[in-house]
């Protein structure tokens, strides 16, 4: 079983930045890849950016071009730089992980964070 830890999130005012951190615990050599998919109230959960360990990364068209998902592969930390933010983007950010190398990289696996609020006041 793989444990996510999710953080940085908070209040802040449109255009300005944040970045959250994911920290894997458990079984952290079977990760594949990890990634942060957000979700507000009355919305479905999407897919924000998702990272595997080569780097290979993919981003939704929303937040392309603003967002930066990095990882750290010896400390199993993945990161999400938010700039440019947007009252829009406000929502619960959750991270995510997978331990299976066959699933496309954007679709989520089974471990879950228990998510960090991102609020962006316009």
């Known amino acids: 079983q793989v444990t996510l830890e999710d953080s940085g999130g908070g209040l802040v005012q449109a255009g300005e930045s944040l970045r959250l951190s994911c920290t894997a615990s458990?079984?952290?050599?079977?990760?594949?890849?990890m990634g942060w998919y957000r979700q507000a109230p009355g919305k479905q959960r999407e897919l924000v950016a998702a990272?595997?360990?080569?780097?290979?990364?993919v981003y939704a068209d929303s937040v392309q071009g603003r967002f930066t998902i990095s990882i750290d592969n010896s400390k199993n930390i993945v990161y999400l730089q938010m700039n440019s933010l947007k009252p829009e983007d406000t929502a619960d950010y959750i991270c995510?992980?997978?331990?299976?190398?066959?699933?496309?990289?954007?679709?989520?696996?089974?471990?879950w964070g228990r998510g960090t609020q991102v609020t962006v006041s316009s």
């Open positions: 990272i595997n360990r080569r780097g290979e990364t």
């Open positions: 995510n992980t997978d331990t299976n190398p066959l699933r496309p990289l954007g679709v989520s696996g089974p471990y």
């Open positions: 458990g079984r952290t050599f079977s990760i594949a890849a």
